[in-house]
């Protein structure tokens, strides 16, 4: 037998005994606006913590920045009840957020609870609010066409499985029931909606109204409205991204439609300014700029083979204000824009979209060429109307001068109402592309 030293026998044995880490603890000492400090706690950025609060319910706070020893904290929710002194533990359970296909069907806040009262949740695991970084050579090209079901961009603005488009208005445009229309009508296995920063009201009228029960069969809605705290609006747009991730790494085809991407930049602004951040463009802080495409490239095509996400986001620009500096970031790192003129919905002309404004980069890689050439052509004769439409309306213009300008007047009526659509009207892709051809022929397309 060999005789082991009172060491080895006791490091032999040590790995059956359980051993509790020490729970550190820090405490509350100065709260400025929306600005918690803590010392005691030696927590990395990202971390969760409870804080003691008098009104018997600890109130939930993200670590967002530090100086020296001391720790700022952004509280989830409203800070009532906070003292001077209180405790501050760390939360490790937070870190880490409920997915799997038992959220289908149900509606969450930001961080992952049900809002809805149709039970707990029944979910398959977690994962990571941040997600994980894809090799841009190992994702799949954008070559297959999506049907969103909505005429004028499935002909005109067609959108390819994988894509990232925004849409871009101001407020009371209709942005929102466009949206709707995509979430009836897109052909998707699964449907992830980001409701962020957006009046509470349209969130029941969003499920009941526009998704309906069987758009809801197959959709999660993720909904974090105005009156939450600028860090909840932030993890609810995070939290979609990390459930529509779920489902495109299980092979499903998922369309992710976030409502707004203006809303998860103001809260980010929020934040960044109440640490001390400076402001940089129109008050926006660096920090905006460079979370905005790190969340966008959340999104896309994985491998070949494997699932995909195809996203919607929505962006307002404030006094519709093209180049806002968030329409400016967006534009330069989504994969297309639909614009929605103020001008045309005013004119009862739905969906409002601006067809000369509006583009999808993918398109010259999922149509034929004859489409797009069809595309180019109407976009031409539409644009040689609006260019001399002042001159037409006062009658300045004689019939005759210019053959472009008399095909534009005549066909200006059909053109119209080609790229207008019902609410409750599905266009799909096949239809959409064969009225543009029908059109195009009137155009004299095919003999010039």
Same mark, same amino acid.
Request: with cysteine; net charge neutral; glycine share 10%.
């Given at each position: ?34 600005t ?54 760390p ?61 004028v ?24 029931? #466009?949206?709707?229309m995509? @979430? $009836?009508?897109? %052909? *998707? ?6 409701? =962020? !920063? +957006? ?23 993720i ?22 991730e779920?489902?495109r ?7 992710? #439609?976030?409502?707004?991407? @203006? $809303?998860?930049? %103001? *809260? ?6 109440? =640490? !001390? +951040? ?36 929505t ?26 003129? $103020? ?12 067809? +000369? ?14 489409h ?12 040689k ?33 080609f790229l207008?659509?019902?609410l ?15 059109l195009?022929?009137?155009m ?5």
């Amino acid at each position: 037998m060999v005789n082991l030293s009172l060491a080895e026998r006791l490091r032999s044995h040590q790995k059956n005994i359980p051993i509790d880490q020490p729970l550190v603890e820090g405490r509350l000492v100065r709260m400025v606006g929306l600005t918690l400090e803590a010392v005691g706690c030696n927590l990395p950025v990202g971390s969760y913590c409870n804080i003691e609060s008098t009104t018997g319910v600890p109130v939930e706070a993200e670590v967002v920045g530090f100086s020296g020893d001391n720790i700022f904290l952004m509280p989830l929710k409203n800070s009532e009840g906070l003292r001077p002194g209180a405790r501050v533990t760390p939360n490790l359970n937070a870190m880490n957020v409920p997915v799997g296909f038992g959220l289908l069907g149900r509606v969450l806040d930001g961080y992952g609870r049900p809002l809805d009262d149709k039970g707990p949740l029944v979910t398959d695991g977690s994962a990571s609010l941040d997600g994980r970084t894809i090799n841009p050579l190992n994702r799949h090209p954008i070559d297959t066409p999506l049907d969103v079901g909505v005429g004028v961009i499935n002909s005109m603005l067609t959108v390819g499985q994988g894509q990232r488009m925004g849409l871009f208005a101001g407020s009371g445009v209709g942005k929102s029931v #466009l949206l709707g229309m995509m @979430t $009836r009508f897109t %052909q *998707a296995d699964i449907t992830v909606v980001g409701l =962020i !920063g +957006e009046r509470g009201r349209e969130v029941k009228e969003f499920i009941e109204q526009i998704l309906g029960a069987e758009g809801m069969a197959r959709s999660v809605v993720i909904a974090s409205p105005a009156d939450d705290a600028a860090l909840m609006r932030l993890r609810a747009a995070q939290l979609t991204h990390s459930v529509a991730e779920y489902y495109r790494d299980k092979g499903k085809n998922v369309l992710l #439609l976030m409502d707004s991407l @203006t $809303r998860y930049a %103001q *809260a980010q602004r929020e934040i960044a300014l109440a =640490i !001390g +951040e400076p402001p940089a463009t129109k008050g926006y802080p660096p920090s905006v700029f460079a979370m905005l495409p790190k969340l966008v490239e959340r999104t896309g095509n994985s491998a070949k083979g494997q699932g995909s996400i195809t996203a919607f986001y929505t962006v307002l620009t404030e006094g519709d204000d093209q180049q806002d500096p968030i329409a400016d970031s967006a534009r330069a790192i989504l994969d297309g824009h639909i614009v929605l003129s $103020r001008r045309l919905a005013e004119e009862g002309h739905y969906p409002a979209i601006d067809v +000369e404004a509006s583009i999808s980069r993918a398109m010259p890689q999922i149509v034929s060429a004859e489409h797009l050439a069809r595309v180019y052509r109407f976009k031409q004769v539409y644009a040689k109307y609006q260019q001399n439409k002042d001159l037409i309306n006062v009658g300045a213009y004689t019939r005759g001068s210019d053959q472009e300008i008399d095909l534009a007047i005549t066909l200006m009526p059909v053109m119209r109402q080609f790229l207008q659509q019902r609410l409750d009207e599905k266009v799909d892709l096949l239809t959409s592309q064969q009225r543009l051809e029908l059109l195009a022929k009137n155009m004299m397309l095919d003999g010039r």
